[in-house]
């Protein structure tokens, strides 16, 4: 214990050590008040640079190139595209179409079954002809088929993110069709 000093001639003053407590009280409250004041500033500060560069999520285009129309035989059914991209290119006489390889009763990919000229999902047994229509078992309504054009460089562009649906009369829309002469 610290003994008291004392100025000679003069009475008790204040023990030294209760005033160095006080001291350091006071320091360790201005720091922790610092620290406070410092973290929600640097909290402040995050959230605006945030605000300033939001996170931005990049997804692959919908368009891919798809070769020439020489690329394709008059009458083929295509798979080249089917495991990377799930598009079928059907090449006839007069143009081409774009199918997406998704059947329309609960999303499996149909299987192209060319010794039947038909396509047939392995879930419920689905058939759709060659054009997408659905004949035979669950499916509610055709294949939809995808935006199909030519680039002014010759090359065929299929846009995933255009689909047409026969069942609403689309499939007459600009895109739903190339036309080749
Ligand atoms: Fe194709 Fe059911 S998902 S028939």
Known sequence: MAKPSTIPGSQRVAPQQSSDNLWSRRSFLSFAAW?????????????????LFPRVLFEPSPVFEAGTPEDYLVGEVSEKYKDSNGVWIIREKGGM??????????????????????????????????SGINFEGPAPRPLERLKITLSPQGKILIDKSKRFR???????????????S
């Open 35 to 51: 620290g406070a004041f410092l973290t929600v500033l640097s909290g402040g500060l995050l959230g605006f640079l945030r605000y």
């Open 97 to 130: 179409y774009a199918l997406l390889a998704v059947c329309t009763h609960l999303g499996c990919t149909p299987r192209w079954l060319a010794s039947d000229n038909k396509f047939k999902c392995p879930c419920h047994g689905s058939g759709f002809k060659r």
């Open 166 to 180: 026969e069942e609403k009369g689309q499939w007459g829309n600009p895109g739903a069709y190339l036309k080749l």
